[in-house]
């Protein structure tokens, strides 16, 4: 665990990345996995526990029919029920990411659920393989949700390949980025290299002053192998706590302080990451026409 300095005014916060095995099509046995895994890392002090990608369910779909028979309505879903529960119980946030049904339309979807319940969710934006096949793309942009325990955006995944989604949201003003994904082995990666995924959000979070959860699945889903790896990085750039196992279920936990992840954006004297931008010569929304708030 790890907190940066100067931040004593402001109590420290625990994460939790969960790292788990869901079975394909197992949704009962999935959700009571989780919950298990959500009450003990609630148990641990964790005030902010984020679950995989399609936690609920599993991934490799064969069929469109099979992810829509599987997928929920959002919030009323006995899986987003039951994590709302854990959250009501032990009194955090869980992160989980779930597939929503809309009618005829499905979405790879992440929620938001607190002490007060169902708070928010965000639909994937960047469609990985053949996800296409099941999902539309994401169309309620990157929602920012404002938190006791600070400001909380989401991503899913391949949303992490995207150094736009999080300059935007960490523009809208956000402290942590919650990522439930299932990342898969990538084509020519050097086995004496750490994955790429971890790359991207160790990078990622130094760019933008962000603290990234990200929740990884381990196991082999229908030949489709997931390579685990799940991690916590501080708003500099460097993981708090894993990279994880890549093949065994895990919590890694991880401390962080609100006003000392907003200063880690001031890099010295000189220079903001986020104030050092260049807007006069590109567009500081990224072409979103969103508002720039305030800080």
Not at 14 to 38: C, F, H, W, Y
Not at 160 to 173: D, N
């Amino acid at each position: 665990m790890s907190v940066l300095p100067g931040s004593s005014a402001f109590p420290s916060v625990t994460l939790a990345s969960v790292q788990m095995a869901p079975r394909i099509g197992d949704k009962k046995g999935n959700i009571a996995r989780s919950v298990e895994l959500l009450e003990q890392a609630a148990a641990q002090g964790a005030k902010l526990i984020v679950l995989p990608e399609l936690a609920n369910t599993g991934y490799v779909f064969q069929s469109r029919s099979e992810a829509f028979e599987l997928a929920e309505p959002i919030p009323d879903g006995e899986s987003t029920q039951a994590w709302a529960a854990v959250a009501r119980r032990c009194n955090v946030y869980v992160v989980a990411g779930i597939a929503e049904r809309v009618e005829n339309r499905l979405y790879n979807c992440a929620v938001l659920v607190g002490p007060e319940g169902f708070i928010g969710s965000y639909r994937k934006l960047h469609l990985w393989g053949d996800e296409h096949l099941y999902f539309e793309a994401g169309d309620v942009g990157l929602p920012i949700f404002h938190t006791e325990i600070g400001r909380i955006g989401m991503v899913v995944c391949y949303d992490g390949w995207f150094p736009e989604t999080y300059r935007l949201l960490a523009t809208l003003g956000a402290d942590i980025v919650a990522m439930p994904t299932n990342w898969v082995p990538m084509a020519g990666q050097p086995d004496s290299m750490q994955a790429m995924a971890t790359m991207l959000a160790m990078a990622n979070a130094h760019s933008n002053g962000l603290n990234i959860v990200c929740a990884n699945r381990v196991g082999v889903e229908r030949d489709q192998p997931f390579i685990g790896q799940s991690l916590i990085v501080g708003p500099q750039g460097w993981p708090l706590a894993g990279p994880a196992s890549n093949t065994q279920e895990e919590i890694l936990y991880a401390q962080i302080n609100l006003k000392a992840t907003r200063q880690a954006r001031q890099l010295n004297a000189f220079n903001h990451v986020l104030r050092d931008r260049r807007d006069d010569l590109y567009d500081p929304m990224l072409g979103t026409g969103w508002p720039l708030p305030r800080h």
